[in-house]
Structure formats: C-alpha cells, structure tokens
C-alpha cells in the first residue's frame, strides 16, 4: 500500500566537511508530490529492523542483542591486563545516525572487560579519506569518557606496519595492531558493492580502514574489479593479524534498517554467512532500482555523494545499477576506480565492450546538500550536475574535488533546480538520496511505478537471478 | 595539466608542539623542524607546500591552518618538454595509458607523471612537487605513480617519513601457487585477462 507522507530525511550533521546547518534550505522530501515508499511495502520478506524511536531505545535493544551475540563466542585468549585494541571504521557511525554503532562498540567494551578482566580496552576508529571524521565521531557519542581516554583516530598516512602476506607485503597502520589482541568490529550492509561485489565484503576494512595507502590503493589501482578482494582476505590471514585477532563483532544491516549484531571467531565462516544473507536483503533493492528507467536524483545527506543512501542502498550502487553488480560474470561496473582512470574527461579513452557507461536513467544529479572529502569529478563529468546554494562554495574549496565546479553549475535554491531539470529531463520521476530509514522519498509517480514493478523484481530474483548469484560463489 | 595553488599551510608556533607528525606524511616533504628558542617547531618551506591539507587533518594539536598565499604557486607537467615515444613507453610498460588518471583529485594523467619522471623526478615526492599527484585524498594514487617510477628503471626503497613503504603486488606479479589457490574464489586470471584488454602493458612476462 502506498505511503501518503514522505519520511523523514537524515538531519545535517556539524562538520567541517559540511556547509554549516543553518545553511541548507528546503530538503528534497518537503519538496511538493514526494512522499515516502516505505520498503515492507514493496518486500514484505525484507526482515523489519529494530526501532530507532530514540537513543535509549537503540541502545536497550542493541545491547541485549549483542551481549547475547557475543555470550556464544570465545574470548578466552585474552587475559587479566591484556591489551585490546577494538578496531571500528567510520562507516559504521553513518548508519541511521550511528548510536546503534557506537551502543555496539560501548558493548564490545563491558563485554571484554567483565569477562577477560581487564580495562585495558582501546577503541581505534579508522577514518576513509575525512581524516578528522573519528575524533568527530568519538565526541559525538562521548566514547572517549565511555572508553576511560582510551579512545583514538586512524588515518592512512599514519605510521605504517608491514604485514607479510601469501602475496607479498602490505602496510597496516601501526597503532590499529598496537595492542595483544584485536577485535574487529564493523557492519554488514551492501555498501561499495562496486568495489568488494559481494567477495568478502566482512574482510574488506583490513585493506581499508586498518591499512595505509599503500594497501588501498593497490586494492583500488593494481589489481582488478573482484580479484582486488583477495588483498583484505591475505591479510587477515597473515601469521601477524592471526596471532591479534580475537573475534569479528557485526552491525546486521538491511535495506529495512538495522537488523541485529553478530559475533564470530572465525571471520572466514562469518562472511560466508553474510555472502548469503546479503544477496538474500539487498539483490531486490538493488535490482528494483536498476530497473527505473528515467530519474532525477537529488543528493540530500550528510555524507560524500557515492556514500548517500535512499532504501539504503548508496548512490554509486544506482550509478552502477545499469549492470547487476551482484553478477560477478559482470568484470567490470559503470563506475570503481578502473573506470575513474580511463575517464580523463567526460568520454572514455576506451570504447570496449567491458566499460559500461554510468546509468542512463540518470537524467539529471542535483545536489543539495552532501559532505566533500571524497574526489568526486567523475560524477559531475558524466551526469548533468546541479549544485545548491553554499554547496558550490564547499566544493570550490575541498582540495578533492578542484576541477568539480568545472563541469557542475551552481543553482540558488532547490526548487529552481528541480523546476529546470523537470523540463530539460521530461520525467516526473525523483529520487532523494537523503538517508531516510526504512524507506525511499520519491516522486508520486516514481512511487506508482516501483510498486508496479517490485512483484516482477522478486519473482526474478527468487527464481532466476539468486540462484546464479549463489552459484558464482560456490553456494547453493 | 598546470594548476595554480593561491593557499598555503601555516603553522601556529604557540600550539606547535614538534611532534614531527606533519613532517612525517608531508606528500611534498615540505615541513621541516627547526629550533626556536630551545624547542623544535614545524616550519613549512612555501616553495613546495600545495595545501593539499594532509598536515591540517592530522596535527594533533589543531597548530596548522590553512591561508592564502601572498604569491601563487604554479605546478604542473607540459608533457610537451618530454619525448612522447619515451612517455608513452614507461605508461606501457606499468600498463597504463598515457591519457589515464591516476590522481583522481587533480585529475592528472599517466603521462604527466611519466613526464616529470623524464624531467628529473626519481622519488614520488618529486612527482608530487612537478604533477601535484598525491596532493590531494593523499590516499589513493601512491601505487601508480610507484608503478611508473618502476617502469622508469627507478628503484623506490623508503620515503622520508611515513609517507609511503614500498612496492606491493599487482595483478600481473600474483605468485602462480596464489593464482592456483584463490583464482576460482577471487576471478585472478579473468581479472587479468580483463586488465591485459584494457590496459595493454607490455611489463607483464
């Protein structure tokens, strides 16, 4: 049934890496004829997520789920006084508003220090490319008073660790492995699926947001579109990680929202677990969005333009959902880095058969609000692209993105942007990435016709696109 | 690709507390400790610093801003000073196009790098002061321009600080008993099927 109010968008986030609040005008779900598809609607087997009514209410149910979660896993390693370092990334802090994240990791703590008997508990917060996000983080969710001061930020370019590998010697920040033992504790939702495709997706932050440059840009320039997976894999199983590694703690991510916590020993059988789960919450999503036709997007959420999300699925998911991600016959998506170096401009140096282009139903990008710290150009270089308002100033002046404005054209106000675009475009059908849980804010006609088409998506995917999907991966 | 850089990084000699963390991850190896009144304080040589703000993000004291310069600072690679044949060789033998992006933020190609390399460059940190590459995320576009120097003949041991380690693996120097194990989990040999009909370098054997 279709839902006759729109849902309520990701609120701006203080940053330096934000325009300030007071400067974002209207959103993009107050916009007039949107409103809110709500994801039950469209897939009723998509498991409901736990209630975000309120802080206290996040934290009571997260707790109780991963103290149950953790009570079936082995700590024992860990002795009276022994060093832990409990490694989170960024990402996690930008689900749903991030408490149900930062409740995980308050856990982790009493957890460890109830059963292990020792305080000497460190929280490591590994940051993407915004190197000051952590520390942003950890005050916001007053970690530091919860760690005791044991609380600190990573960056890529912080001192390097070699790790020797079954493929040869990688760099991890050193201060992430400091500690005896470490504890990995991340999410699970879709996320980059353009990068990691589904191929061990849990082992991906030891290339990423435990490991410095080196690492992450071999992941990302000198290996290839799915073989690159095989690096956080040889990581983690290197003699240094194996002889830290204690356990893998797990934010259970849905399109729906947050679904729960797991905790494993054994990272190599948790992803396995996550391998199905994932393809089983996230393939109709995914495919129901590749199969719109025509839109405008508007980007309105606090984060770096691939890193929005509406029906939580990210915007570089929609740029690539021209192509199944999941179908890793599939070499190459419409944008991952490969791509990114063979667009100088705005048209390929090579017109191959394995480079597809960014999704055509991309009539128009209009953004509204979003973090910088990201290199973003190819966006602006392949999609008309719209600024509003301070945004234009933001991007001017992030040293990512110095050619950005080059290709984009700074607008006054949300509505004049969408006015034109609606014309130029010729399509009714919007789209706002901005973040708003359980659901999508869209047009009234981009509502009518996912409802029409959601029966067929998961027809499809139940009978012909799982199975294959399964079977690329050596499950059935 | 010329760019004009009109800011400058500045460091706050009260809250500067000589920690040496700027010098450390400087892409440019601007930064430099001197002695001032008994006490070592970071000091930013405006001949090279780009603003690419990495010292900005990482000081843990919150001592270096960023202002405008009172000159500009012009950077960049003519790729025309450098023989074409030469540049397009050391891209083909890294598998890379001359035209292709390597740093993503500045947008700068293969064969700027190559050019800079041609012109003196032997260290990435050299590259960064010519092209700007590393200049920007800091992140991502370390391993091509260590590729490059590579194919260059240029051998990469150890930056300054921690600005970067070494020279890691590629698709195209996998170890075969890596390529047996993993290749039906992780697609080794399509992938480098795939990257040889994209990139056409000629360094693989």
Excluded at chain 1, 249 to 258: E, N, S
């Amino acid at each position: 049934m279709k839902a006759k109010t729109t849902l309520t968008p990701a609120p701006p986030r203080l940053s330096p890496y934000a325009i300030k609040p007071g400067l974002l005008g209207e959103r993009a779900a107050n916009l007039p004829g949107m409103t809110g598809v709500k994801i039950s609607d469209l897939f009723p087997d998509i498991p409901r997520p736990i209630s975000l009514e309120s802080p206290e209410m996040i934290r009571r149910q997260i707790r109780e789920i991963a103290s149950n979660t953790l009570a079936k896993v082995d700590l024992s390693k860990i002795q009276p006084q022994d060093s832990v370092n409990i490694l989170a990334s960024h990402h996690g802090f930008s689900l749903y508003g991030g408490e149900a994240y930062a409740e995980m990791l308050r856990t982790i703590r009493d957890e460890v220090e109830r059963r292990c008997h020792t305080s000497n508990i460190h929280l490591c917060v590994g940051a993407g490319m915004r190197f000051r996000e952590p520390e942003e983080y950890i005050q916001k969710y007053e970690l530091d008073k919860y760690f005791h001061g044991k609380t600190f930020g990573t960056a890529p370019v912080d001192q390097g660790l070699p790790v020797e590998t079954e493929i040869g010697t990688f760099y991890v920040v050193r201060r992430a492995f400091s500690a005896r033992w470490i504890i990995h504790a991340h999410n699970s939702d879709v996320r980059e699926l353009h990068y990691h495709r589904q191929m061990g997706r849990l082992f991906k932050p030891f290339a990423m947001s435990y490991a410095t440059i080196e690492t992450r840009s071999t992941y990302h320039q000198s290996m290839g579109p799915r073989s690159a997976n095989l690096i956080p894999r040889m990581i983690y199983q290197s003699p240094i990680v194996q002889e830290k590694f204690v356990c893998s703690v797990i934010l259970q991510v849905a399109p729906t929202g947050i679904i729960g916590v797991d905790a494993h020993n054994d990272l190599v059988e948790q992803d396995k677990l996550f391998t199905r789960l994932n393809l089983s919450l996230y393939g109709k999503m995914v495919t129901l969005l590749g199969c719109i036709e025509e839109v405008i997007l508007i980007i309105d959420y606090p984060n770096s333009i691939p890193y929005t999300t509406a029906g939580g699925i990210l915007f570089c998911n929609f740029l690539n959902a021209n192509v199944d991600e999941f179908d890793l016959d599939i070499p190459f998506t419409a944008f991952n880095r490969y791509t990114d170096m063979l667009y100088p401009v705005t048209t390929p140096l090579y017109q191959g058969i394995l480079l597809p282009p960014p999704n055509p139903a991309i009539k128009s990008l209009i953004i509204n609000y979003c973090l910088t710290g990201y290199p973003g150009t190819f966006f602006a270089q392949q999609l008309p692209t719209w600024v509003v308002g301070a945004q234009a100033d933001l991007f001017r002046g992030c040293v990512q993105n110095t050619n950005f404005m080059d290709y984009a054209i700074p607008v006054e106000d949300l509505r004049k942007a969408v006015d034109f675009t609606r014309r130029f475009a010729k399509t009714d059908h919007i789209l706002a990435f901005d973040g708003a849980a359980g659901g999508l804010n869209v047009s009234d006609a981009l509502a009518e016709r996912m409802h029409k088409l959601a029966p067929d998506v998961a027809r499809k995917v139940d009978d012909r696109l799982m199975p294959k999907w399964l079977r690329q991966r050596g499950m059935h | 690709m010329a760019r004009i850089i009109t800011q400058l990084a500045i460091v706050d000699r009260q809250k500067c507390t000589g920690c040496k963390t700027c010098v450390q991850i400087c892409p440019v190896t601007a930064i430099k400790l001197q002695e001032e009144e008994r006490k070592p304080k970071a000091v930013i040589d405006e001949q090279y610093c780009q603003a690419c703000t990495l010292c900005v993000t990482r000081c843990p004291e919150i001592a270096i801003t960023i202002n405008s310069r009172n000159s500009p600072l012009k950077i960049g690679m003519e790729v025309s000073q450098a023989s074409s044949e030469e540049v397009a060789t050391i891209c083909h033998k890294a598998h890379m196009y001359p035209d292709q992006i390597v740093c993503y933020c500045h947008r700068i190609q293969a064969k700027e790098i190559a050019g800079a390399i041609l012109s003196g460059a032997k260290t990435p940190e050299e590259v960064s002061r010519m092209t700007g590459a590393r200049t920007g995320c800091g992140v991502l576009c370390i391993t091509g321009v260590v590729r490059l120097l590579r194919a260059a003949g240029l051998k990469i041991e150890r930056a300054p600080g921690y600005q970067w380690y070494g020279t890691t693996v590629s698709i195209w120097d996998l170890p075969d008993e890596v390529v047996q194990k993993y290749d039906k989990e992780y697609y080794l040999l399509r992938d480098r099927k795939d990257l040889d009909e994209i990139f056409p370098g000629g360094g693989h054997q």
